[in-house]
């Protein structure tokens, strides 16, 4: 079943770049649009047959590939993975459907697309520590392109960066995964089959030290943020949100799988350094989004704050933190989605995304008052309020982390209240008042535009009332990955007040 989900998009993308006959951008976006949707519904049939109580992998699928280079064609789907799989199925159909009808170059563009499912699913279904590498590094290619060709006026710019700054990230990770193998004396790649625990403390932390900074650029933290921003300023509407929505979650998965379960031993040892990194990051991230003008940039660096918060949560590696991770991954997928998707329709009916521009959207008659409406839902849910999926996630987080990071996670609760505030800023100047003299006689918002977002804030509010209905199928999950660190909370104790002392 797990090759499936990889064939459908790989087989739809070689059929709309390589089908000889001609094909009609509207063709194009039928069969991308089906493809992703039959890819979406065949991650839903996974879920309906995952037995979420069974902590090992489901559906594996295992083929020797490379016997010279301990490369096997391996697959499998446990509680970390499944619900971001279904996650990208989701997201890629929405992506497909948001793009605009009128798009250039729209067989290259919907195959690039697909392919980029296709990258994502392997990597959040590769049981082999190479193959996971060959599928994190191949979406870079489509998401290069698909910023470089179709992005905004310093396109170039913002693809280079971002094409420099996940190379180094995947050189980071392959050198990480290559040390832990070759040192452990493994005679394969796969993941059950590399011991990093046996190797000298100082070794692990080497490698460990390693495969946390790659995946942290990744995700991004600071200081490694800095391509985030400008890759969502340029990148158009749809490809933000598969960029925020997704394929950031590559590095916290990355994280999960191969920092906090590979390196049980060696991460009670960094875990406090790595709270301060998510006190940074979330601090640095909502402070920055604070004083932006461009919507498309604050929400941008909202993700970098966001992404904070699932760092102290795997920092603290309690039951309840790491559900909280993989929860705040969904949730984050869900909402930042929904906003750079509501930021693009505002940007392609006023023309301009500065908040010092913008007013009144919310006139009824003139302006955007659906838009305006889902938009200040969507400000909600990101600032935590009840009742919706960021709340859950966040008050996941932070109960599980409370008891390990005290201070720590009440600094990172600070966040959640500049997040009120930045948003609150963004709402109040750009949807509320008089409407601006210089984005009136706005052109209707076609159902193209609002559909997707109607589905997002329909799974924020009913995941936010019911998040049962998702923490279920990661729950077991948690707990395996949590009790491989039963001296955390003695070490974190020590180290208290000089965090050097944990390593002692």
Known sequence: ???????????????????????????????????????????????????????????????PWIDSLGLNYSLGIDGLSMPLVVLNGLLTAIAIYATDKSIKRPRFYYSLILLLAVSVFGAFLAQDLLLFFIFYELELIPLYLLIAIWGGPRRGYASTKFLIYTAISGILVLAGFLGVAWLSGSSNFAYDQVVAHTLPLGTQLLLLGAIVIGFGIKIPLVPFHTWLPDAHVEASTPISVLLAGVLLKLGTYGLLRFGLNMFSEAWVYISPWLAIWAVVSVLYGSFNAIVQKDMKKMVAYSSVGHMGYILLASAAATPLSILGTVFQMISHGLISALLFLLVGVVYKKAGTRDIDILRGLLNPEQGLPLIGSLMILGVMASAGIPGMVGFISEFLVFRGSFSVFTVPTLLCMIGTGLTSAYFLLLANRVFFGRLSETVVNLSPVEWSDRIPAIILIILIVILGIQPNW???????????????????????????INPLASTR
């Open 470 to 496: 998702m923490l279920r199928w990661t729950e077991t999950e948690a707990n395996t990955m949590s009790a491989g660190q039963p001296m955390l909370s003695q070490v974190v104790k020590k180290s208290a």
């Open 1 to 63: 079943m797990l090759n499936g989900l990889l064939l459908v998009p790989l087989i739809g993308a070689a059929i709309i770049g390589f089908w000889p006959s001609t094909f009609s951008p509207k063709l194009a976006r039928q069969i991308a649009l089906v493809v992703a949707i039959i890819s979406f519904v065949w991650s839903l049939v996974l879920l309906t047959e995952f037995n979420p109580q069974d902590p090992n992998l489901q559906f594996v699928v295992l083929v």
